[in-house]
């Protein structure tokens, strides 16, 4: 016994599809869209990942701001460095405005053999800063 879809084709593998002239490999080209999307998808996931890994710095190497005074034309940092022992690392203190531009910056050293430095640093700015960051961190 017959449905009334392959009544009219004769083919079950068009059955349901209400397209007589579909035939049995009509439903390809779905397959090859999914694959290609997939691929997309798969390409920016590693795409992605690529993009956090390099964003987040090099692992181990933790700068903090302890806190700060503001003066005029200067600010007294307060900060931490903490990494691993053989490596020399070099990070970046920047004092920032209140439209986020840049005012004073430093570049501070820890060498190696030591894990962890607390210090005091004196930055000139070029006027009253609003905030201070430890950043730019690297090895070398």
Known sequence: MSTPDTARTGDPDTAGTGDPAAGPGAHKGNKVAYAVIGLLVAVCAV?????????????????????????????RVHYQISKPKGDDVRCALVAYATDHSELGRAEVTVPPGTGSVERHQELPTSSRATSVTVNDCRVG
């Open 47 to 75: 795409g992605w990942a690529i993009i956090v890994g390099f964003s987040e710095g090099r692992p181990g190497i933790t700068p903090e701001v302890i806190s700060f005074q503001l003066a005029d034309h200067s600010v």
